[in-house]
Nanobody
Framework: EVQLQASGGGLAQAGGSLRLSCAASGFIFDDYAIGWFRQAPGKEREGVSCITSTDGSTYYADSVKGRFTISSDNAKHTVYLHMNSLKPEDTAVYYC???????????????????WGQGTLVTVSS
């Protein structure tokens, strides 16, 4: 059974930090790209970051570059999103998702990802 478990969300002050975790199971972890997406109230789901094990490439949305860092512990089948310098605009439900990557697939388009976790809520107070 494919499972993606997002955790680590919570309440942070503006300027603070949180670390999200995505624990994956039920598929060949090293063959997939793992992405983080978020959805704020009244907004569409957007790509935040993604890491691809096959080539080590990463993606970051412009809004989080320099503040968020994605990393992977392949032995633990877990991907992390280190969020620093948090802003109230970062408030959203954060989801992790898995994609079997090809040259044609986007690392930031939610519709291109195959498996999804349940999400974890991040709230940043001003």
């Amino acid at each position: 059974e494919v499972q993606l478990q997002a955790s680590g969300g919570g309440l942070a002050q503006a300027g603070g930090s949180l670390r999200l975790s995505c624990a994956a199971s039920g598929f060949i972890f090293d063959d997939y790209a793992i992405g983080w997406f978020r959805q704020a109230p009244g907004k569409e789901r957007e790509g935040v970051s993604c890491i691809t094990s096959t080539d080590g490439s990463t993606y970051y949305a412009d809004s989080v570059k320099g503040r968020f860092t994605i990393s992977s512990d392949n032995a633990k089948h877990t991907v992390y999103l280190h969020m620093n310098s948090l802003k109230p605009e970062d408030t959203a439900v954060y989801y992790c998702a898995a994609q079997y990557p090809t040259f044609e697939t986007s690392r930031s388009d939610p519709s291109e990802f195959d498996y999804w976790g349940q999400g974890t809520l991040v709230t940043v107070s001003s």
